[in-house]
């Protein structure tokens, strides 16, 4: 079985549309997707992205997926929401006629279809009946392609995603030509004019906060610093009676937390604090990616590490995106922020008990890093734990309301 990727889908001004899943084999390498495989992944994402009731857990989030011919007529893809689901293909299977009454009824039922080779539509002006999204990679293709290409489908309804964009001022650029999404990594990479200027206020009592809890400080002196921001103790209950954490009961005050959670759970939901309080223009996906990883990372140390250790991956993992938040080294970071000497061994080398977990929760995110399969192995777990911590992970997320 192969390891999912997952790459973020951003609108022109940057914010979250959705994720676009695909495959990467145990070496790393891309593969073409197979039809059981790209079956396991429906089910796979209809187990973890929709609850027992059926509902989609990713809000307004569209999932791309890639998809083969098989999956036209499997009933599994019942199970996820037509309107937020968007099948990957390719001009070949478009094509076919003995697949046009399979597209034509799922087109009919609000699924969405994108054309992954942007170029065949020079040669088949048919597949625009199909298709309501078409990939464009503008890593690959040529200039003059990209333009006959854009032209073809400057008139019509079709929705375009730019891919291999390089740098935001490409971005800016495709987004004012009209491209509707972009899927890649460029949001890792800071956008010219965003840097920030250090801790903010909010951000500086959210630290005195986590070093109070670490030294376990009286409720009442918590308290007292948390009643000095409403808004940031308003979010913080909000986030600890979120329903991915499954209390049972609402969190009425700091003190019921302490009392339900003990201190060292309310240490983790300050990190999402201190991650989503970045006043960054890039913030919101790489606040998502940060809670994203936390949680992937604890789901797959769960059964394996002990349960304070688990704990400690998702601080971990959401740390790990801290310099990019915050906008400074992340020597500088650890500086303000004193954790365990493994955490810091994982964060600055990627190295201890926990840097293979988040090197292969980059590997996940980026689909670049080889040799995803053997960092799997090291840690004795299987393709589809990791693909289910995975899509879990971003369920859990979603659930936050960030």
Partial sequence: ???????????????????????????????????VEAIDLVRVAAEC??????????????????????????????????????????????????HAAALQALRSAGYGIALRDAEALLHDK?????????????????????????????????????RGISNWKEYDSCAALGVDAFVGNL????????????????????LQLMDMVRKNTDVRQLEALLKRDAALSYKLLTYINSAGFGLGTEIQSLRHAVTMLGYSPLYRWLSVLLATASTSAQSPVLMQTAVVRGRFVELLGT???????AENLFVAGMFSLLDRLLGMPMETVLENIPLTEQVNEALLK??????????????????????????ADSLFVSPAQVNEAHLSALAWAQSLKL
Avoid at 303 to 309: A, T, V
């Fill in 1 to 35: 079985m192969n390891f999912l990727v997952r790459e973020p889908l951003l609108d022109p001004k940057q914010r979250v549309l959705g994720y676009e899943l695909s495959w990467r084999r145990p070496d790393g390498s891309v593969g073409a997707v197979a039809d």
């Fill in 126 to 162: 048919n597949l625009l009946l199909l298709a309501s999204w078409v990939e464009i990679d503008f890593g690959e293709a040529a200039f003059a392609s990209q333009a006959r290409i854009h032209g073809a489908l400057k008139q019509s309804t079709i929705r375009m995603v730019g």
């Fill in 49 to 98: 992205l929709c609850d027992a009731d059926g509902n989609w857990l990713l809000g307004e989030n569209l999932l791309f997926i890639q998809a083969g011919p098989a999956l036209l007529a499997e009933l599994a893809l019942g199970a996820l929401p037509p309107h937020k689901t968007v099948l990957c293909m390719l001009s070949q299977d478009l094509a076919n006629t003995e």
């Fill in 350 to 375: 990627r190295q201890g008990i926990y840097g293979p977990f988040l090197t292969l929760a980059e590997a996940c995110e980026q689909g670049n890093t080889g040799a995803i399969g053997a960092l």
């Fill in 303 to 309: 059964s394996l590490l002990p349960k304070n250790e």
């Fill in 187 to 206: 949001y890792a990479s800071q956008r010219p004019g965003t840097q920030s200027t250090g801790l903010n206020p909010v951000q500086s009592m959210i």
